[in-house]
């Protein structure tokens, strides 16, 4: 099927949508496609917590305050030209959204307009600037909101349960894409006047993970194959407290946060002791550590044998009386009862789990990336947040960014001639079938066998996905990195060709985790070489060998992977208030 638009949109999370829209009301004409069913994946309907933006609802507040904090989490590293640009236009963001109904809860009650809206306090932040519509519920009505909005635009078509696999790129610039229907494995070509990927980030890299299950570094892998410039790839963040124990069904593992800021809920050790004083953080019953310090303490906690029975740390609100429980989360402490969890009577286990990637594709300010005709939005994005990224800015970014990318994206294909041409979609497909490295390509494979026996797909990311966490996750070093760095090359030179795909199937899910582990094994390369190659310890990037933040890497890795070979080189960061 061969499909022609004026704006792609790859990725149908909160960052796509807000881009779907924002482009379509320009007048231009939009494909929104997900592998998913559109605004029902990837990270934002997972996100159940709060939404930074400098409202002054509750204090007098600026963006450049916000800004401040933005920069400070991120250790030295940030983008600050993104980074303003995230803290200027989250305001505008936020009030059209409660302009569209997400329903920010406010002082008189959860949605409507009973008063201002309410905002709280979260880690990293010098004020209550973090909005919400309720603790457990902020990213579902975030994207249920722009679900909506997205139905009631014109100009967009929206394409579910459709993979994208490769973009075509003509003359330097991106014209389109390629990919398949999940129904049967059709062959789908997208020619578009500029293409936006929001594909969310990499954290199902990672054994343990707290977003969605479908978020394997896809839409990085697109724009590295593509020549587009990825950067600061090495920085993934944990979110210190993930749950651990007991089992809990049904519910988000990064719930405690709201919890722990909220209530004061004390992070204890295996002798039930505080503990984040001694690793340079101030906690005193109050949830003010920044993730990354948290995710260390527990670390080095549990490796000096203090760690708690399943190997992390207590959470324990057995201080807080029931009725202050109930007032601040009502019936949510009913769910925790049905799981056999009561907090007034025994603390939970909590434990670093992969949360968020800095990194991405690198932008400027327009969200325009370092190949023609190719934007990038929300957490595809890479550079703003730095080595860190501050607690309440992942929605923010999403809306931001993904309106400017849509916006801009809209603007180039009216300014930009050109049109589909199928010896340059014909090259890709050669290109993708060429070499050691990769296996043959999705319209050879879907119409035969890659091959009798072989380990499959799945097993593979099973594979890799344990590899990343033991050899690539919160602490690193050398040996565990180059050994890491062994088996991921070896997975993509040697198992990757010799993965079978069915020739016929009711549907494509071989084909499906074919291509899922195709982009997995490239953007996990990409990790763990720009890891290896920083040789210090900063925010979330934890060298066990090289403890100490070195000045000599404040600087930017940008990463580069046309004909499969990662390369990285060091860009210094300019002086603060110098533009890049």
């Not at 909005?149 to 100009?155: K, S």
């Not at 907090?343 to 909590?350: C, F, N, S």
């Not at 990637?357 to 370092?370: F, L, N, Y």
Request: hydrophobic share 45%; aromatic share 6%.
């Amino acid at each position: 099927m061969h499909l022609s638009t004026d704006v792609l949109v790859i990725g149908a999370g909160g960052a796509g949508m807000y881009a779907a829209i924002a482009a379509a009301r320009t007048g231009a004409q939009v494909i929104l496609a997900d592998k998913n069913m559109i605004g029902r994946g990837g990270a934002t309907i997972m996100a159940q917590m709060t939404v930074a933006a400098a409202l002054s609802e509750e204090e007098p507040d600026t963006w450049e305050d916000h800004l401040a904090d933005t920069l400070a989490a991120g250790r030295g590293l940030c983008d600050e030209a993104l980074a303003e640009v995230l803290c200027r236009s989250a305001p505008e963001r936020m009030r059209e959204m409660d302009g569209w109904g997400v329903g920010w809860a406010r002082a008189g009650g959860l949605g409507g307009h009973a008063g201002h809206i309410r905002q709280v306090t979260a880690p990293g932040h010098g004020r209550r600037r973090c909005c919400y519509v309720d603790f457990l519920n902020t990213g579902p009505a975030v994207a249920g909101t722009l679900r909506k909005r997205v139905g009631r635009t014109a100009g967009i078509r929206a394409l579910s349960n459709v993979a994208i696999t490769d973009l075509v790129v003509q003359e330097g610039s991106v014209r389109g894409a390629l990919g398949f229907a999940f129904g049967d494995g059709a062959e789908l070509d997208v020619a578009a006047g500029a293409t936006v990927i929001a594909t969310g980030g990499l954290t199902r890299l990672y054994a343990r993970s707290s977003a969605s299950n479908n978020m394997a570094g896809e839409g990085y892998a697109l724009a590295l194959r593509a020549g587009a410039v990825l950067v600061d790839m090495e920085f993934v963040q944990f979110f210190p407290i993930g749950h651990l124990a007991p089992r809990l069904v049904g519910m988000d593992p990064i719930m405690w946060d709201p919890f722990r800021y909220k209530l004061g809920g004390r992070l204890l050790n295996g002798t039930m002791e505080e503990f984040i004083d001694r690793y340079g953080g101030e906690d005193d019953g109050r949830y003010t550590a920044t993730r990354d310090l948290a995710t260390h303490a527990i670390r080095r906690e549990v490796d000096a044998g203090r760690g708690s029975p399943s190997g992390g740390a207590w959470l324990s609100f057995t201080h807080v009386p029931e009725a202050e429980l109930r007032h601040a989360f009502g019936p949510v402490i009913d769910r925790l009862l049905k799981n056999g969890i009561d907090l007034t009577r025994r603390p939970v286990e909590v434990a670093p789990i992969a949360h968020y990637h800095m990194g991405g594709v690198k932008v400027d300010a327009r969200m325009r990336s370092t190949l023609a005709g190719l934007y990038a939005a929300g957490e595809a994005v890479g550079g703003a947040a730095g080595a860190n990224r501050l607690s309440g800015n992942a929605i923010s970014e999403a809306l931001v960014y993904g309106e400017i990318a849509g916006r801009e994206a809209a603007r180039h294909a009216g300014s930009h001639a050109g049109g589909w041409d199928g010896g340059a979609a014909a090259a890709t497909v050669r290109d993708t079938a060429a070499g050691p490295r990769t296996a043959p390509t999705p319209r050879t494979v879907a119409g035969g066998s890659n091959g009798a026996g072989g380990t499959s797909a799945a097993t593979l990311m099973g594979e890799l996905r344990r590899l990343m966490w033991t050899k690539v996750g919160p602490f690193r070093d050398r040996p565990g990195l180059l050994a890491a760095l062994d088996r991921i090359r070896a997975m993509r030179a040697d198992d990757l060709p010799r993965v079978p795909v069915p020739r016929e199937t009711a549907f494509a899910n071989e084909l499906a985790d074919w291509h899922e582990l195709r982009s997995a094994l490239l953007v996990a390369e990409a990790v763990t070489v720009a890891a290896l190659a920083r040789e210090e310890s900063r925010g979330a990037h934890q060298r066990e060998d090289f403890p100490e933040t070195a000045a000599g890497f404040r600087g930017n890795q940008r990463v580069t992977g046309q004909a499969g070979t990662i390369a990285c080189r060091f860009v210094p960061v300019a002086p603060e208030g110098v533009a890049r």
